[in-house]
């Protein structure tokens, strides 16, 4: 049984937040977490402070399934379907052994040993400490309550890569940096500000070993923008929804998009970050949702992001699953929910379209870009805007060569290469530009040729060339630089 349930599909951080996931409904503070690399005798440990549990509650935690995922929880209960201790642990190695101290029933210990049962043909929880364990499995003396989880014969952990010491050695230790991301992220809400309710520490127990929080939203981020917080209600109880669009990559410095991107990157987290009981279960897609065919992650949406938050009551009606990595929204919420997804895409898309980011509508009716996008029986083509001042200019003083340099523009419009762009972008392979304030040289001398022109040859005064140049692109976006202009261009 427990051969088949190891193929549910765990993977090791989202096996070890289940883990931690029992902490948080012991009652826990603190919780350390420790990836000890022995070649094939590494071992992982989970150790927490909450209530632990008697003898009689340990027993019954190591049977598979002790627990109805149909009863309802307690909102500080994150359990699911009573297989998270069981099934996570054991889908990374074969050996789990489990010690813990409570108040009221001393210290107990208990172990399942995959090896043994296969040995002997018989289910057999073992009473004790496996002998490999025995310096693992060990609560320190100064709790007067709580439980260790080590789990060793990492078998899914360590791979095929064990034969070999070094590859071993770097897939461990890439794993456990994995593993300390994800829980930065799947708890992040218990374990930010300044009087956490939680404490993780990862290798150690010290200031330096504890996991930040890594929040998906840039909430302290002057320039993101938020909804209003939506609540309603329905079977399965009170849902809340808020929508979030990050900064463009223009607004942010290199170590602020680096962070932003999180662990499954930009593209992966666009949509939806579902909790339950401010646990995250998804971090990114949109669950099904969208007008006729579903919405996917394509990279044009990749600023919006939603916050969904459930209860830990009316798991059946999300279809929340076993690993509580991802949940559904029930027929009758589909429709509100993609209401308000769609505003936060479509924002969303406003900025990432325009680098300067989202501009009042006013500004955006009087911007004039180098292109414009231009829809027709054939589908969408973008063509050079001949109004633009700086090709208006070129065009006006052409004479002759007009010709030449419209013949120019038009093989430069048909030969657009819109797919290789789209590709360039939604892979991720953009990296962050330096910020909006900056200018370089070539723009600078750019700006001060065309100003030059307005105050020179159109006659414009220095006031009206100024605010002109505050709706031409790419100009718009450095207003600091445009202000700066002198009345008498140089």
């Known amino acids: 049984m427990f051969d088949s349930l190891r193929g549910i599909g765990y993977s090791t951080p989202t096996a070890i937040a289940d883990l931690i996931d029992n902490s948080i409904t012991a009652g ?3 919780v350390r977490v420790d990836f000890i690399w ?9 150790l927490d402070d909450g209530r ?3 003898e009689t509650r340990l027993i019954e935690a190591m049977r598979p399934a002790s627990h109805d995922p149909s009863v309802a929880r307690h909102s500080d209960d994150l359990g699911r379907f009573g297989l998270g201790l069981k099934t996570a642990s054991l889908s990374q190695g074969r050996l789990l052994s489990v010690v813990t101290r409570s108040v009221e029933g001393g210290i107990s210990a208990r172990f399942w040993d995959l090896d043994h049962v296969l040995t002997i043909d018989k289910w057999h929880l073992l009473h004790g400490i496996p002998t490999e364990l025995t310096d693992d499995a060990v609560l320190p003396t100064g709790f007067a309550s709580g439980t260790i989880v080590v789990i060793g014969r990492l078998d899914r952990v360590l791979g095929v890569e064990i034969a070999d010491e070094t590859l071993g050695r770097q897939r461990f230790h890439a794993i456990a940096r994995n593993v300390e991301r994800h829980l930065g992220m799947t708890f992040h809400r218990y374990i930010e500000g300044s009087k956490p309710e939680l404490t993780i520490t990862f290798n150690g127990d010290d200031n330096a070993s504890v996991i930040l929080p890594w929040d998906p939203f840039m909430q302290t981020h002057p320039a993101t923008t938020k ?3 939506e609540r309603f209600n329905h079977s399965g109880g009170s849902i809340e ?22 662990p499954s990157g930009w593209l992966g987290h666009e949509g939806f970050f ?9 971090s990114g897609g949109w669950m099904g949702l969208g ?7 394509n990279g044009m949406h990749r ?13 059946h009606l999300w279809k929340v699953d076993i690993r509580k990595s991802s949940a559904t929204p029930p027929a009758a919420l589909r429709n509100r929910l993609q209401g308000l997804a769609e505003k936060v895409r479509r924002d969303a898309r406003e900025i990432f379209a325009h680098r300067s980011g989202r501009p009042t509508r006013q500004a955006q009716e009087r911007m004039v870009r180098a292109w414009t996008a231009v829809h027709d029986a054939r589908g969408i083509s973008y063509k050079v805007d001949r109004t633009h001042p700086s090709v208006r200019r070129v065009l006006d003083a052409a004479g002759d060569q007009r010709r030449v340099i419209e013949d120019m523009l038009s093989v430069i419009e048909s030969t657009v290469p819109v797919q290789r762009i789209w590709m360039d972008h939604t892979e991720g392979a953009d990296l962050p530009a330096p910020p909006a304030a900056d200018m370089s040289l070539e723009e600078r001398t750019r700006l001060a040729s065309l100003y030059r022109h307005m105050r020179t040859d159109l006659g414009l005064s220095a006031d009206a060339a100024r605010e002109r140049l505050t709706t031409v692109d790419p100009f718009a976006m450095f207003p600091d630089a445009v202000s700066q202009l002198p009345d008498e261009p140089a």
Not at 39 to 44: A, F, L, T
Not at 291 to 297: A, E, T
């Open 52 to 54: 632990g549990m008697p």
């Open 227 to 229: 909804t209003p917080v």
């Open 291 to 297: 007008p006729g065919r579903p919405w996917v992650q």
């Open 38 to 46: 022995r070649g094939d005798r590494s071992v992982i440990r989970v």
């Open 241 to 262: 929804v808020q929508g979030f669009v990050l900064p463009h990559r223009d607004r942010l410095t290199s170590d602020q998009f680096e962070n932003a991107e999180g």
């Open 303 to 315: 600023l919006a992001r939603l916050r969904l938050d459930l209860p830990t009551s009316g798991d």
């Open 274 to 282: 579902v909790y339950r009981g401010r646990r995250l279960l998804a």
């Open 28 to 30: 826990a503070r603190r």
